[in-house]
């Protein structure tokens, strides 16, 4: 008897990345993007390791140099330097938005699938990325995303779209140099830890270098209000979103599961509406849904 197990997971691992997103512009509005992403990082690691303990995975301390490489090329890609457009766009332009624009990764990782790593791409595939690309665009353009007060206020949303594409197109590589990190069947989990501890050394390092670590401390331990938003969005994120987005491959189809994983603009728009006081008209959510319809024909046809 089907349990829906996949199915649960999924949504599940889309609110858990809602509540991510969520608290990590909380955070980053008070201690800025860099503390969060180096901050986080640690975090992340230290549930990362947790899990693996409870679960009995391995460290992957002992991993082949082959996946060291392309996991740490994907960790640095994706989570140092995507991930720090995406913070900068939290605080910009708020999290649904920024979500929305990072439902842009599955297509850019299609779409360099394609062009590198010679994957074929479906007539009705092609249809959902001119979807997903037209439902976003209109979000972007939603008159309410321009009426600002003054020029500044204009700016920074234009200047969040850009860092929102940046972190879409920082994860889309990431997944694609992680794909050839995670041949055969190597732990996902352990490919996540592997990514994250790359992108701290690195990212860690040159806060050392620069003479930032100490600053860095000090603004996480002088807003305790952040550092909480930032504990309850590793936990979420990189903890309980990775593994339940595990749990979800594992019970269902990988096509269904992306779907589901990739809900947390519609997830955000309340969230938008309440919590940050957003202006939301038709256009956004019928924008969105079709956002949506595009992701799930790139996963389901």
């Known amino acids: 008897m089907n349990t829906y197990t996949g199915e649960f997971a999924a949504l599940a691992t889309a609110l858990f990345f809602t509540i991510t997103s969520t608290m990590f512009t909380l955070a980053g509005r008070q ?137 879409a197109t920082g994860q889309a590589v990431g997944l694609i140099t992680a794909k050839e990190g995670l041949g055969g069947d190597f732990s996902a989990l352990s490919g996540t830890l592997m990514r994250m501890l790359a992108a701290a050394l690195v990212l860690w390092g040159f806060t050392f270098i620069r003479g930032q670590a100490g600053k860095t401390v000090k603004q996480v331990t002088s807003h305790p209000r952040a550092s909480l938003f930032i504990i309850a969005g590793a936990f979420t994120g990189p903890f309980l979103g990775v593994t339940f987005s595990l749990l979800a491959i594992q019970n269902t189809q990988v096509g269904v599961a992306s779907t589901i994983m990739a809900l947390p603009p519609v997830f955000l728009l309340p969230v938008g509406y309440f919590v940050f006081k957003e202006k939301l008209g038709w256009q956004a959510f019928l924008g969105t849904a079709l956002a949506m319809t595009g992701v799930a024909l790139l996963f389901l046809v």
């Open 31 to 167: 201690v800025g993007s860099l503390v969060l992403n180096r901050s986080r990082l640690v975090l992340a690691i230290i549930f990362l390791t947790g899990a693996h303990l409870i679960l009995g995975i391995p460290l992957p301390l002992h991993a082949a140099p082959n996946r060291w490489m392309w996991l740490s090329l994907s960790g640095v890609i994706g989570l140092v330097l995507g991930d720090a457009f995406l913070f900068q766009a939290f605080i910009w332009i708020g999290p649904r938005l920024s979500m929305l624009l990072m439902s842009l990764a599955p297509v850019l990782a299609a779409i360099l699938a394609w062009l590198f790593l010679s994957e074929t791409l479906t007539g009705w595939q092609v249809v959902g990325i001119l979807i997903t690309l037209f439902g976003i665009s209109w979000v972007i353009l939603d008159r309410n995303g321009f009426q600002h007060k003054n020029a500044t206020d204009k700016r920074n949303y234009l200047m969040g779209v850009l860092f929102g594409l940046g972190g």
